[in-house]
């Protein structure tokens, strides 16, 4: 007959395999677990789970904070603090809900936002975004201005394919405020054709992009119409389309913070 193990000899061998196992229990933490244990004759898995359930919650939330400070996120959106009243004919919450579980990007679509600006499309698709990061996926936001200047000045450094492949590796790039950055096309006469690149190094992963030029005006936006109709066929292909037409949440905003009497100035 085998002689049992003393409790004692027991805990720390357990001590010793968490350490092994890189897992953060300290005595008391497991200490605290055998007396709930014992206190309320918890199964085998139910103690398990006291023991290191803790301990993987904050793991998976450090993962979660790492990936949205990785994603470079304008602001930290979330759905929860969407105004879904403002804009309710415009814009469908249940079809927002639904891609914000991120199955287009299991299935490697693309997701297009179009819009009049402050409609709350940027919004959106950060609390998508956010969604993602918690979701395990790897997310990197831009704008469309900020990916013409590091597309430029890599260009000029012969650093170009290496900054290519930092845009095809995360499983969601967001390219927020495409058709806003006028100055930088002008500055960067091949700022159409490095956009390009960037879409056609993502045939496998998820884009985003958010517009507020309509697709009818890509031609004379890129001053390129073969582009343009290139550049569409590979974003829009099993793409979800979203067009939203309604008012401006940047607009009552404004009109909101106005004190009265600058909007009724006295006679």
């Known amino acids: 007959m085998t002689k ?15 350490q092994t196992l890189g897992i953060p229990i300290s005595p ?11 206190k309320e004759h918890l199964p085998p898995l139910a103690f398990l789970d006291q ?19 990785e994603a470079h996120f304008a602001e930290q ?20 809900e639904q891609l914000a579980t991120c199955d287009f990007i299991r299935r490697h ?7 009049q600006s402050g409609v709350g499309k940027s919004h959106i698709v950060q609390a998508i975004g956010m969604r993602a990061c918690a979701l395990g ?23 170009l394919p290496n900054r290519l492949r930092n845009y095809a590796s995360p499983e969601l790039l967001i390219i927020d405020e495409f058709g806003f950055d006028r100055i930088e096309r002008t500055e960067s006469p091949q700022s159409a054709h490095l956009l390009y690149k960037v879409i056609t190094t993502r045939q496998k992963s998820s884009t985003a992009l958010i517009t507020n ?5 890509w031609a004379d936006y890129l001053n390129d119409g073969p582009l343009a109709t290139a550049f569409l066929d590979r974003l829009v292909e099993g793409a979800t389309i979203l067009k939203i037409k309604g008012k401006s949440y ?5 009109k909101t913070d106005t004190p009265s009497s600058e909007q009724h100035p006295p006679s």
């Open 4 to 18: 049992p193990i003393p409790s004692q000899t027991l805990r720390d061998r357990c001590l010793s395999h968490f």
């Open 28 to 38: 008391e933490a497991l200490d605290a677990a055998i007396g709930l244990a014992e």
């Open 51 to 69: 023991v290191i359930g803790n301990q993987a919650a904050e793991r998976r939330e450090r993962s979660v904070a790492r990936r949205c400070r």
């Open 77 to 96: 959106k979330t759905l929860e603090a969407f105004d879904w009243k403002f804009n309710q004919q415009a814009i469908d919450r249940v079809q927002i």
């Open 109 to 115: 679509a693309n997701l297009i936002f179009v819009g």
């Open 137 to 159: 996926h790897r997310v990197l936001y831009k704008t469309s201005a900020q990916l013409i200047t590091e597309l430029t000045a890599s260009l000029a450094d012969k650093t």
């Open 213 to 217: 030029i309509d697709f009818d005006a």
């Open 250 to 254: 940047r607009a009552r905003k404004v």
